[in-house]
């Protein structure tokens, strides 16, 4: 190993796939697998003892999901840069990976196309997105912005109920932090969703959250 190789873990339950990206990275002169994990839990030791520069994660591991994985080692290193390499890109998948701390994303089916160079790019701290899963995030941001520009046919108390409501509150609750009768939050909670055509609860919920409504709910209590 040289001083300037990129010292990479592989993270992956099946070991014909790890010995394969093995020698796939190995063939790099600029690279090199330091361990290999068949666990979560082997993936957490084995970062936090050999502090690779890259972490090659799959998301479907025996004992939990890569994901969980993730944000447990950045969040005891936050300088571990990840690549995602999974089965699965769809836009859910994608966008919790990328928030739990991961800087790349490949689909398994490019991994002998794409992982060399997204270690790479990761490694000199930048994202690297297939095209499938920057698509996926560009939709996710696409569909954001097209439901919060839907909030503005909303008048700022229907707003307030319909944001209240996905958090959990009772229409008592609401009433009582809006100063209003709970028949009258439940009246401004149905003409906000009359307007955004929800149906349920669960509607109401899904757009709330796309929306950005519930972006800084934790900080109310």
Avoid: C, W
């Amino acid at each position: 190993m040289t001083e300037a190789q990129i010292r990479v873990l592989l993270v992956d339950d099946h070991q014909v796939l790890r010995e394969g990206l093995r020698l796939l990275l190995e063939g790099e002169e600029d690279m090199v697998v330091v361990s290999e994990a068949g666990t979560g839990q082997d993936a957490i030791r084995l970062a936090l003892e050999l502090h690779p520069d890259v972490i090659v994660m799959d998301l479907g591991l025996p004992d939990g999901s890569g994901i969980d994985v993730i944000q447990e080692i950045h969040s005891q290193e936050p300088s571990m840069r990840f690549v995602v390499l999974s089965m699965y890109s769809d836009r859910e998948l994608v966008m919790k990976a990328l928030e739990a701390g991961s800087d790349g994303y490949v689909p398994k089916s490019s991994a002998h196309s794409d992982l060399l160079q997204a270690i790479r790019v990761v490694h000199a701290g930048q994202r690297y997105l297939h095209p499938i899963a920057a698509t996926a995030v560009v939709t996710e941001m696409l569909d954001k912005q097209e439901e919060s520009q839907l909030l503005e046919i909303l008048s700022d108390r229907e707003a307030q109920v319909l944001r209240f409501t996905a958090m959990g509150f009772t229409s008592r609750d609401i009433g009582d932090r809006l100063s209003l009768s709970p028949k009258t939050v439940d009246t401004y909670r149905q003409r906000a969703m009359n307007k955004l055509e929800l149906e349920n609860r669960a509607d109401l919920i899904r757009f709330a959250l796309r929306a950005g409504l519930l972006d800084d709910a934790d900080k109310e209590g």
